[in-house]
DNA sequence: GTTACCTGTAACCATAATAGTTACATTAAA
DNA sequence: TTTAATGTAACTATTATGGTTACAGGTAAC
């Protein structure tokens, strides 16, 4: 199975933010762009709120990055959109047979390689930041505005 | 989402063969092992026989390693299992707006990064063989035994 | 204060994957 | 021929996702 798209939503929602900084940002707005409904857009965005990540009120339009770019990392992003628990990216099987030597020890012996497998998988995330993405972005506008 | 428990299942199964490798190792006996139904095995096993990790026959009793256990290792376990496909551990939001650059950049922006970071994954379930979870199971067991 | 507009959230739906279960055809060995 | 195992298909319950509608609550402009 995959990891929700919430997490790539999440990214553009961020990078929009600072792109269009001096425009509304509004759940409408962002949605359009992101190319779903608004309400998907709010409940994403409750949650970077709740991670601190961006400043949104209740009643008034437009939302703002609640800090810089570069110390924003996609871990960060990760996290705040709920798509995998600690230690539960990899499901170990419940139960197995402790009347049997691999039954009874498979789990513990399992358990810290997927912990290392997905912490490889975060470190890498945690190198990339927003302001890695937007300059990304930045200069793959600027490669086609020259075509 | 947690990536599917056939993962886990599936080194579990490997394992026992080897611990196992004198006995008849039916879909029954893994299943009890395991502590799930006979079919789900049969199933993992076919996955398993299809990435020639394992030999079984229809009609045959019993299940062998089809190669030496220091050169299976949990990438391709994790391969033949099918639980996560190439280049999508992580979904994308589809149709972005076009008319906003985020929108028509983010995909190809964050890709790579994704990609890079499902493959840091990858290579850390590399560096782990079946034997490297058997030792570890006998060792454990050494150690309880002691107590 | 009332209107207009936005955020916050709940309720609901369709879809898809998981894990399990039953059943049975197929195959091989005793 | 009988017995027993594998290989599969069909079906179920459960769960997460992503989307949709609806509306309560907050804020600002008039």
């Keep these: 199975m995959s990891i929700s ?3 790539s939503v999440g990214i553009h929602i961020l990078a929009l933010l600072e792109l269009n ?3 509304v940002n509004t759940s409408e707005f962002l949605a359009s762009s992101v ?3 608004p309400a998907v857009i709010r409940k994403i965005m409750g949650m970077l709120k ?3 990540l961006v400043e949104i009120h209740a009643g008034i339009a437009g939302a703002k ?3 810089s770019l570069s110390i924003i990392t996609l ?3 990760y996290r705040a959109v709920d798509v995998v628990s600690e230690n539960e990216l990899f499901s170990v099987h419940e139960n197995p047979n402790p009347d ?3 039954g009874r020890n498979i789990q513990e012996s399992i358990i810290p390689i997927f912990s290392n497998a997905q912490i490889a998988l975060e470190n890498t995330l945690s190198k990339v930041t ?3 993405v937007v300059k990304d972005i930045v200069q793959k506008e600027q490669a086609n505005s020259t075509k």
């Design 100 to 102: 049997c030597s691999v």
């Design 65 to 67: 990055l609640a800090k």
């Design 5 to 7: 798209s919430r997490f």
């Design 75 to 77: 871990l960060d992003v």
């Design 21 to 23: 900084k001096d425009g």
């Design 130 to 132: 927003i302001e890695d």
């Design 50 to 52: 709740k991670a601190e």
């Design 35 to 37: 190319n779903t409904n």
